[in-house]
């Protein structure tokens, strides 16, 4: 009888270790997951490089004193206040064969557009910068559109550790602005900071690997400095 109870304390015991294995439950599993992989993300640590037309980036009125002739376009990613890492989903559509029972199956992906939240300064930088572009789409005259590869560039979002290093990734291929949205003024808000949201859509998107988001957001860096040179 004992060696009965005995195996039954040990099947039990075992049982008990895979549940645990499987589904771990206790703080200390918690922590150790989180240990092993570099803690936790944060959503306030991350980067945007926006590489604007040329043209967009010219200040006339600089030549009469009016801030710099040539806008920096590193100043784009500091006045970033936020934006998102874009999602994609399988559109789906019903299939049924026979009549009797149907099936969902893939037809195409969709992938959203981004939003992004810049601070406004009292030159109006950002928001004079992405009218030009909407511009250089579209003229607001004649209403002809450009070329793609007149407005269309490549944007990095990349998602940054507590130490500023690249943890994630994202390239929005031959991404252009489809909307720069109004902007409330209002005499209660005395202290509030101006903000200006722009949509911005793109052809598709892709995820890249720490070195290479690195790699590939610097090198479009020095690109717009070769061009404005």
């Known amino acids: 009888m004992a060696t009965i109870k005995k195996t039954i304390h040990l099947i039990m015991s075992f049982l008990n270790d895979i549940n645990n294995a499987l589904n771990p439950s206790k703080i200390d599993d918690f922590k150790s997951t989180i240990g092993k992989r570099r803690g936790l993300a944060t959503s306030n ?10 043209e967009t980036l010219l200040n006339l009125g600089g030549l009469f004193g009016q801030g710099p002739i040539v806008n920096d376009p590193r100043d784009i990613s500091i006045l970033c206040d936020s934006c998102s890492l874009p999602g994609r989903l399988i559109q789906t559509g019903d299939y049924d064969a026979f009549g009797r029972n149907p099936r969902k199956y893939p037809q195409t992906i969709i992938e959203e557009d981004v939003e992004f939240v810049f601070t406004l300064t009292n030159d109006v930088y950002i928001k004079k910068m992405f009218d030009k572009w909407m511009e250089s789409i579209i ?23 507590k130490n500023n290093a690249t943890i994630y990734g994202v390239r929005l291929i031959d991404s252009y602005p489809t909307s720069v949205n109004s902007i409330a003024l209002s005499n209660e808000n005395t202290d509030a900071k101006t903000q200006v949201s722009v949509n911005m859509t793109y052809n598709r998107f892709v995820t890249e690997t720490r070195l290479r988001s690195v790699i590939n957001s610097t090198s479009d860096k020095l690109d717009i400095f070769k061009r404005l040179i």
Do not use: M, N
């Open 45 to 54: 640590r991350f980067s945007v490089t926006i590489i604007p037309p040329t």
């Open 139 to 161: 003229d607001p005259e004649s209403h002809l559109v450009s070329y793609d590869s007149d407005y269309k560039t490549d944007t990095h979002i990349q998602l940054l550790d």
